[in-house]
């Protein structure tokens, strides 16, 4: 079970430019947190020691991998929706 303790406290968001809650930002990418969580939180919350008590090493390896370019995203994506509709 996910620690939701700091889920209702609030931050600006530099990827998206507005204030979003730490429930959206642990859960941002695919049911893992935003790859920025650390750069973020940091000052507010033990980032690593939520991360280690919430997310196995595998999960945490994912999180803190190197974002896939926008564009690649977009044509996997699409790549993904085309092969489902066939």
């Given at each position: 079970?996910?620690?939701?303790?700091?889920?209702?406290?609030?931050?600006y968001c530099?990827?998206?430019?507005?204030?979003?809650?730490f429930k959206?930002?642990?859960?941002?990418?695919?049911?893992?947190?935003?790859?920025?969580?650390?750069?973020?939180?940091?000052?507010?919350?033990?980032?690593?020691?939520?991360?280690?008590?919430?997310?196995?090493?595998?999960?945490?390896?994912?999180?803190?991998?190197?974002?896939?370019p926008k564009?690649?995203?977009?044509?996997?994506?699409?790549?993904?929706?085309?092969?489902?509709?066939?």
């Amino acid at each position: 079970m996910i620690n939701t303790e700091y889920d209702k406290q609030e931050i600006y968001c530099r990827k998206l430019g507005h204030h979003l809650h730490f429930k959206y930002c642990r859960e941002e990418n695919l049911s893992l947190p935003c790859s920025k969580i650390r750069e973020c939180w940091f000052s507010r919350i033990d980032v690593s020691q939520f991360l280690s008590e919430n997310f196995s090493d595998e999960e945490i390896k994912a999180i803190e991998s190197p974002a896939m370019p926008k564009i690649s995203s977009i044509v996997g994506l699409i790549t993904r929706i085309t092969k489902e509709s066939e």
